[in-house]
């Protein structure tokens, strides 16, 4: 039996593979400009294919970007919540991961819980996606990685800044710089750094990931400037991080300070007046919205590795 292909962290996949889904979401995109948004690409690759959704946490552009991901690959897509399916009553993981592996031939899950996307991995006989956990955010990152490359032209040797709370984001670019070759330097308040094994993890690959309380320092020179809201949903305590978090907001300062060839970056979405100003997310260096339809780029190729396809 063929291993199953899980994408729960970029790991899952390693640096070859990420790369391959890269330069195939490039190709796609390309080849489709200008289409409808809802015509099926010309190959339908994933003609008859069936991906299961399941949202433990709100969402916009995962749940938009999958389901058209698998209408454009040529398959459908099913969505479920704890509020409509036996999740939300007690069912097991597990089983719910056995019932939907007979219904599905991949499922997705955005949950606050990264151990209930391993045991649905565990149970699970189809590939498992990590659509969002509170560790990482892997399919954000290939979006971000996505849209360095078509801005920059090359992703190995960048340099990116994260500005703010050492969140499931900033862990996935650690990861992301460890597989793809870049470097990353994080600017936070002490107590908010990325996860200790993530980091760990990258400085074994040879890229160590710099945490710095100057967000300045690390804007220097910086390739991407990018952040993520300084509360998540689900935490309670906001006030507290604003304060905290006020002295690593992304303003166009600090876009100066980066140069005028930096981007900014955010997966949104964005608490304007908070952790960026509406000047430089609605200005020339903002690549925020590239990023957001880029989610749909990437999670096609993403689903065609998962699936033996790519």
């Not at 003609?47 to 389901?67: H, P, Q, W």
Request: aromatic share 6%; net charge negative; proline share 3%.
């Amino acid at each position: 039996m063929t291993e199953l292909r899980h994408f729960l962290s970029l790991s899952d996949a390693g640096g070859e593979a990420i790369a391959a889904i890269l330069n195939d979401a490039q190709d796609r995109k390309a080849a489709r400009a200008g289409w409808p948004k809802g015509r099926a690409d010309a190959d339908r690759p994933l003609d008859g294919y069936v991906l299961a959704m399941i949202f433990e946490k709100n969402s916009t552009r995962t749940r938009v970007s999958f389901d058209l991901a698998m209408r454009q690959l040529g398959g459908s897509a099913i969505i479920l919540d704890t509020a409509s399916s036996q999740l939300g009553r007690g069912e097991s993981v597990g089983d719910t991961a056995r019932v939907l592996s007979r219904f599905s031939d991949a499922i997705m899950i955005r949950t606050n819980d990264h151990s209930k996307a391993e045991e649905l991995a565990a149970a699970a006989s189809v590939p498992v996606i990590n659509g969002l956990t509170d560790l990482s955010h892997p399919c954000q990152i290939l979006a971000d990685m996505l849209t360095l490359i078509e801005r920059k032209g090359k992703l190995a040797g960048s340099k990116w800044a994260w500005f703010g709370d050492g969140n499931n984001v900033c862990n996935s670019l650690v990861e992301a710089a460890s597989l793809m070759f870049f470097d990353v330097t994080v600017a936070c308040p002490e107590g908010f750094e990325p996860d200790m094994d993530m980091l760990k993890a990258a400085a074994a690959r040879g890229r160590s990931v710099p945490i710095v309380r100057d967000a300045a320092v690390a804007a220097a020179g910086a390739d991407v400037i990018a952040t993520d809201t300084w509360t998540s949903m689900g935490q309670s305590d906001s006030d507290n991080r604003a304060k905290v978090m006020a002295p690593y907001a992304v303003n166009e300062a600090m876009m100066a300070r980066a140069g005028e060839d930096a981007l900014f970056m955010h997966c949104l979405p964005a608490h304007r007046g908070e952790e960026v100003t509406d000047a430089v997310i609605d200005g020339p260096q903002s690549a925020a919205w590239d990023e957001a339809e880029n989610r749909l780029h990437a999670q096609k190729s993403l689903l065609l590795w998962c699936l033996g396809k790519l």
